[in-house]
């Protein structure tokens, strides 16, 4: 009987070991369709990376001609104008919020209103 056992854990054992491997090999087989439809059938390019030297030289020809700086000038301009805007109302916003009567109950634990609305 303890044979038997035996037997049977060491079919289990093979079992899942043929499993594992299907599994695996299942695996494999559809990521390389996966790759074979995506590169073949619908026209994806195998590296979008361009080349670096290439970079490198048109790099170096706008900073020379000095293209970007109009687009830097605008950047730059937006980027004062958001912090104006979100300063001005955070400030403007944060008065209001702390004038107010939840504001002056919530952040004074000693006063009558805020034991109101324990």
């Known amino acids: 009987m303890k044979r038997d056992m035996k037997t049977t854990k060491a079919g289990s054992k093979r079992d899942n070991r043929w499993a594992s491997r299907a599994v695996q090999a299942a695996f494999v087989l559809r990521r390389s369709r996966r790759l074979v439809c995506r590169h073949e059938l619908w026209a994806h390019q195998r590296d979008p990376a361009a ?68």
Do not use: K, M, N, W
């Open 51 to 118: 080349e670096p030297v290439a970079v490198y030289y048109e790099l170096t020809d706008v900073l020379v001609s000095g293209e970007f700086i109009e687009d830097l000038r605008v950047d730059a301009h937006r980027a004062l104008v958001a912090f104006s805007i979100s300063s001005t109302l955070g400030i403007t916003l944060g008065f209001l919020i702390s004038r107010s009567q939840y504001s002056s109950a919530c952040s004074s634990p000693c006063s009558p209103a805020s034991i109101r609305y324990r």
